[in-house]
């Protein structure tokens, strides 16, 4: 094996010639120094397969019939160790081999040349094969740099999210009587809690969910939480609040957007709770069922009555809802429709039905209705975000509520 | 999802079939654009039958219909949902919006 004659100036590049025949190889040899390539040679299939994975050259020359390892075998060989990289082959071939033309392609190469090689074709095989791996180059290229940017756009986009979480939920009332799960399909959760004391000692909760989801959804989290968090604090009764927000979101929002939401207002004693349904799941009111106090059942399923926020200019807030009695230790349990519209592998819905049933399975809704949710859709990934919101009407949780006002 | 329009007397009816989802927003408004901008045209139908499924950005592309025809001047009505699609048009009150029959 005789490797590299270096030439003065910058060569074209490295061809590797593959013949067993010297005289065949001397030839090519001197045609491919006049198209300034530097040149190495093998003698057979096998040792052009060994030289290609040490020197990588921008070319290669392949004779067909050679012992050891013929040029059909070196050809596959040689691609598959290349990949994605483009290595242009161009097959060495008598006339009498034109037959073998269709196996020559097959078997990886990109070209043939037949002997006697004529200079010109030669050159211009050569700068077409050039034309392709450069090509070639700059789509790897290219790849390479959607995928750097793709990741650093990750990055960016999870660091964005965990300030813009922080700034929603902080403010939100904290409580063991007060479980959520908001799982967001990608980065950023259209579905938004919120959670706030009056100062009277009412508790508001606010569960939404903006169309779509992603940033675009995401978007409308912020304003809304901002009317929210000044509204309550400064006691205004729920229908102005869902008022404004839905002003806020009629401004803000492109026509198609919008948000669903449920809103709860318990009062400070805890004696009643007044729900707006626009556009949700049923929010389910449960209790002890009077004839066994081992069983939960549905006291109240307060099911979508209003338009979505952000649609009309004036707000569907009207006839407002009639104010629920609530029992010591009832529960309240809302959802996204990511939840109920959950699919698993063979594409059904989990459905309302499921989710009724496992919230009643138990007096710890929000853990029942996971844990089906999850044996239901099992490996199947969400394809929207979803949120679960369970408020346990206990003395604990007004005890929270002071300590949030207090705060 | 396949969407054909056929005019007949001022009536523009858009028929949908298969699933009206995020993938349809082109197809959806190419379909009704030509409609609006025709004076022949005084009320366009959008007709649910075939559609077995319906999302939030479905919801979101009939609103934008709905505003554009009513600044076109031509009537809208959703016709024939099946029970599934009848059902989230309700939960979404779309009634309040919409003729739906």
């Not at chain 1, 530097?38 to 057979?44: L, N, V």
Request: aromatic residues 6%.
């Amino acid at each position: 094996m005789q490797i590299d004659k270096a030439l003065t100036g910058d060569s074209r590049g490295l061809a590797l010639i593959v013949d067993d025949l010297p005289a065949n190889r001397k030839l090519l040899e001197l045609l491919l120094e006049q198209e300034n390539y530097r040149t190495i040679y093998a003698e057979d299939g096998s040792q052009a397969v060994k030289l290609y994975k040490e020197h990588h050259p921008d070319i290669i020359f392949m004779d067909v019939m050679m012992p050891v390892m013929d040029g059909y075998e070196a050809a596959r060989r040689i691609k598959t160790v290349a990949g994605s990289v483009f290595v242009p082959i161009i097959f060495l071939t008598t006339l009498s081999e034109m037959d073998g033309l269709v196996k020559c392609l097959d078997a990886g190469g990109d070209d043939f040349i037949s002997k006697p090689f004529k200079r010109e074709v030669l050159s211009a095989k050569i700068k077409a094969m050039e034309r392709i791996r450069d090509l070639s180059r700059r789509v790897a290229e290219q790849h390479q740099k959607i995928i750097e940017q793709h990741n650093r756009l990750l990055l960016e986009q999870t660091a964005a999210e965990q300030v813009y979480n922080r700034a929603v939920t902080s403010g939100n009332i904290e409580s063991a009587h007060i479980q959520s799960l908001l799982r967001a399909a990608s980065t950023f959760s259209g579905d938004m809690l919120l959670s706030a004391c009056g100062p009277d000692g009412s508790m508001y909760f606010l569960l939404g969910d903006f169309t779509g989801h992603g940033l675009t959804a995401a978007v409308g989290v912020l304003p809304t939480a901002e009317v929210f968090r000044a509204m309550t604090v400064k006691g205004f009764p729920a229908q102005e609040i869902l008022i404004s927000i839905n002003s806020k979101l009629h401004r803000v929002l492109p026509t198609g957007m919008f948000l669903t939401a449920c809103m709860v207002v318990i009062d400070k004693q805890m004696k009643h709770a007044t729900i707006w349904n626009a556009g949700m799941p049923d929010v389910l009111v449960l209790g002890k069922s009077t004839a066994d106090a081992e069983v939960t059942v549905v006291k109240q399923s307060v099911s979508s009555k209003y338009l979505a926020l952000g649609i009309l200019k004036i707000a569907d807030v009207l006839p407002a809802p009639v104010p629920i009695a609530l029992e010591p230790g009832c529960r309240i349990v809302m959802c996204s429709d990511g939840l109920t519209e959950a699919t698993n592998i063979a594409g059904q819905e989990f459905g309302k039905q499921r989710f009724v049933s496992a919230a009643t399975e138990s007096d710890n809704s929000f853990r029942s209705v996971i844990e089906a949710l999850e044996q239901f859709c099992g490996t199947q990934p969400y394809a929207d975000d979803l949120s679960l919101v369970e408020i346990e009407c206990v003395s604990g949780l007004l005890l929270a509520g002071v300590e949030q006002r207090n705060k | 999802m396949k969407i054909s329009k056929v005019v007949t007397g001022d009536i523009a009816t858009i028929d949908m079939h298969g699933r009206f989802d995020f993938n349809v927003q082109r197809d959806f408004k190419d379909s009704y654009d030509a409609q609006l901008k025709n004076d022949g045209v005084a009320h366009i139908h959008v007709n649910l039958s075939g559609v077995d499924y319906l999302d939030s950005s479905a919801l979101g592309m009939l609103l934008m219909l709905r505003e554009r025809a009513a600044a076109a001047g031509k009537g809208l009505k959703l016709c024939k949902p099946n029970p599934g699609v009848a059902q989230i048009l309700e939960i979404a009150n779309f009634s309040k919006l919409f003729t739906i029959e």
